[in-house]
């Protein structure tokens, strides 16, 4: 296994279309989680999931936002009418136990336009 | 509420300077996580080291260490003659009984030759 996945690397939408992500884990881990990253900031949690299981959400993630993970395997994150605001670094993570490291992907770079 | 507060925005060195990245965390938890991450240009996020509340042994890898000193609630990184590759952002992450990490706004660290 070569590491956390995740597709599109890029994305460039117009203000109002809908975008999803994809992200694919390491394969052994079973906890996977979705950050936001915008330019000079440190990520920032949005959501997680146990297995297929999502476990808990951030405030930031609005309405228009939703992730699953139906397989417990990859897991998709989907922005509903999509806002300039919403450009930024979408990270995927993946870790074996609750407390142990986190293993992140190259990120999706969504710019709303 | 947890806080990380990494107050080094931005630090220039010389090739084979030491450097110290400072990291000052906030929890009330008595058990909890220390993390440093590295993220160059590409954008992943690399993990470097995760420490537990109860370890506050130094540690040293190679030109990186790290001093967890739990009194002043700081866990400093710094590395030992520094090289052009160390460029890159560095971010300290805290996580405590939940699932997420909380990170620092990081500091750009840029070494030139």
């Known amino acids: 296994d070569t590491g956390v ?25 079973n906890r996977l989680y979705w950050y936001r990253q915008t330019l000079g900031q440190g990520p920032e949690f949005l959501t997680y999931f146990q297995n297929e299981a999502q476990l808990e959400k951030s405030r930031l993630l609005s309405d228009r936002f939703s ?42 770079r969504l710019t709303v336009v | 509420a947890q806080k990380v507060t990494q107050a080094q925005t931005e630090i220039s060195v ?27 240009p590409s954008g992943e996020l690399v993990f470097l080291i995760r420490r537990n509340s109860f370890d506050e042994q130094n540690e040293i890898s190679g030109r990186y260490s790290w001093n967890f000193q739990k009194s002043t609630s700081s866990f400093n990184f710094t590395i030992t003659a520094s090289q052009v590759v160390d460029s890159a952002v560095y971010f300290c992450a805290l996580k405590t009984s939940g699932s997420r990490l909380t990170f620092g706004e990081g500091t750009q660290l840029t070494v030139n030759p």
């Not at chain 1, 995740?6 to 999803?20: E, F, L, M, Y």
């Not at chain 2, 084979?16 to 991450?37: G, N, P, S």
């Open chain 1, 5 to 29: 996945s995740q597709d599109p690397r890029h994305k460039i939408t117009k203000r109002g279309q809908n975008v999803t992500f994809r992200c694919d884990p390491i394969s052994e881990h």
């Open chain 1, 67 to 108: 992730a699953e993970r139906p397989k417990g395997s990859f897991s998709t994150l989907e922005i509903q009418r999509t806002e300039q605001g919403d450009s930024a670094m979408y990270l995927c993570a993946s870790s074996q136990d609750p407390v142990g490291e986190a293993f992140f992907g190259q990120g999706t």
């Open chain 2, 14 to 40: 010389v090739e084979k300077e030491d450097v110290t990245l400072d990291c000052v965390y906030e929890t009330r938890d008595t058990t909890y996580y220390l993390f440093w991450y590295k993220q160059p």
